[in-house]
């Protein structure tokens, strides 16, 4: 069964621009989360759907926003890139006969803003 | 509010010695753990997970966790580490459809 795929892996943007990034869960799970890794704040929750709903949100600004369709692939989206934007992204997927907290990681994508 | 606390960033053992990495969680209900394991540039690889029922739980590559609820602790060991074993840990506890989690512990393998 294939994992988890993000794409892109890399992305360079300008402050102020706006990005998308997606992800593939395992097939058959339904539930996607992401987080976002920076080397000073760790690993940080921004949101998890669950059939096309989000039913949880991290503490991030407005800039960020999410979705999921109805095949359960997931896209986020920031807009107006901050410098404090730079960070690893990591999308996680979970599904049936799995507790919904057993998260399976892709490999994220590396955002870099200048 | 629940949290995770890694109280050791890094931690420098050599190669076939044993390994503990240590984990507490503030929560209030019986708890989801999970440790991950993350690899420079990779993403997270599930190593083991406690939902209920024996509190010691065996993982991938030879590590195994011990939860305890009398100390809020799920410390991760191994009984002998490999020059592959050096990477950074997270734990994490499950709550509200989220993982929180720890701030990771980078693990130095010397020679």
């Known amino acids: 069964k294939a994992g988890v795929t993000q794409t892109p892996r890399y992305l360079i943007k300008t402050r102020g621009q706006q990005v998308t990034l997606s992800c593939s869960p395992i097939s058959g799970h339904r539930s996607v989360s992401w987080y976002q890794q920076t080397p000073g704040q760790g690993l940080q929750f921004l949101f998890e759907y669950f059939s096309e709903t989000q039913r949880n949100k991290g503490n991030f600004p407005g800039r960020f926003s999410g979705r999921q369709f109805s095949n359960s692939r997931s896209e986020m989206n920031v807009s107006t890139l901050e410098l404090g934007d730079s960070a690893l992204y990591l999308c996680?997927?979970?599904?049936?006969?799995?507790?919904?907290?057993?998260?399976?990681f892709g490999p994220g994508t590396r955002l870099t803003v200048t | 509010a629940q949290s995770v606390t890694q109280p050791d960033i890094h931690i420098t053992v050599s190669e076939g010695a044993s390994l503990e990495l240590r984990c507490n969680y503030s929560y209030g209900a019986t708890p989801y753990l999970f440790w991950y394991v993350q690899s420079p540039g990779q993403g997270l690889q599930l190593l083991l997970k406690y939902f209920s029922g024996d509190t010691l739980v065996q993982g991938i590559k030879g590590f195994e966790a011990e939860f305890k609820r009398s100390q809020s602790s799920f410390n991760l060991r191994k009984p002998s580490v490999h020059w592959s074993d050096a990477a950074e840990y997270f734990c994490?506890?499950?709550?509200?459809?989220?993982?929180?989690w720890g701030a990771g512990t980078k693990l130095i393998i010397k020679p």
């Open positions: 996680a997927s979970s599904g049936p006969g799995t507790n919904s907290y057993e998260q399976y």
């Open positions: 994490a506890v499950g709550s509200n459809y989220q993982l929180i």
